[in-house]
Each structure stands twice: as structure tokens, then as C-alpha cells.
């Protein structure tokens, strides 16, 4: 069975979707990477958010507002990278 190919453009809507979550914060740090970087960043890296969009929101409002970080240390890079990107400040 074959795996569907997506466009960039068709995977930027699709994640859409995923991106909308219970909390405000996580929705604002995912849509703004999702809008203004995914597109323009590497293909790992489009590939690691894909994966932070599986982790629970809980999880990723803990990161977003550092308060803890993801024990995964790629995960933890990608959240960091991500945060620099769409100019979360401390």
C-alpha cells in the first residue's frame, strides 16, 4: 500500500487542523510557527513538529511557557528553535 505524498502546502493545511488545541498559549506558539516558519524551515525540523504536535497540550504548555522542558533532548531542541522563531520572550 502506498503512502499518500503531500505538498508542502497541502501538509501546511493539514497540520492546521492539529494545531488548534484547549489552550490559547499553545494555540498561539503552534499557529505562529505553523504560519509565518514551517514552510521555510528544514525538512527535520518540519518532521519534529509534526511529532511535538502528538504530545499533550498539558506538555506543551509546561515548554511553551518554560516552565519544564521535553525530556527528549531533539524535542527539546525543536521547542527552543521553535520558541527563538516566533519571539516567545522569558
Same mark, same amino acid.
Given at each position: 500500500?502506498? &503512502?499518500? &505524498?503531500?505538498?508542502?502546502? #497541502? +501538509? +501546511?493545511?493539514?497540520?492546521?487542523?492539529?494545531?488548534?488545541?484547549?489552550?490559547?498559549? &499553545? *494555540?498561539?506558539?503552534?499557529?505562529?510557527?505553523? *504560519?509565518n516558519h514551517f514552510l521555510? $524551515?528544514? /525538512? $527535520?525540523?518540519?518532521? &519534529?513538529?509534526?511529532? @511535538?504536535?502528538?504530545?499533550? $497540550?498539558?506538555?506543551?504548555? #509546561?515548554?511553551?511557557?518554560?516552565?519544564?522542558?521535553? #525530556? $527528549?533532548? #531533539? @524535542? *527539546?531542541?525543536?521547542?527552543?528553535?521553535?520558541? /527563538?522563531l516566533v519571539g516567545a +520572550? *522569558?
Open positions: 500500500m502506498n &503512502t499518500p &505524498t503531500f505538498t508542502p502546502e #497541502e +501538509k +501546511k493545511r493539514r497540520l492546521a487542523w492539529q494545531c488548534r488545541r484547549g489552550l490559547l498559549e &499553545t *494555540d498561539v506558539v503552534l499557529n505562529a510557527y505553523l *504560519d521555510g $524551515d528544514t /525538512a $527535520d525540523h518540519q518532521a &519534529t513538529f509534526e511529532r @511535538l504536535l502528538t504530545c499533550q $497540550d498539558a506538555d506543551m504548555f #509546561e515548554w511553551f511557557t518554560r516552565r519544564s522542558r521535553p #525530556e $527528549d533532548g #531533539e @524535542l *527539546d531542541a525543536f521547542v527552543r528553535h521553535m520558541l /527563538a +520572550k *522569558d
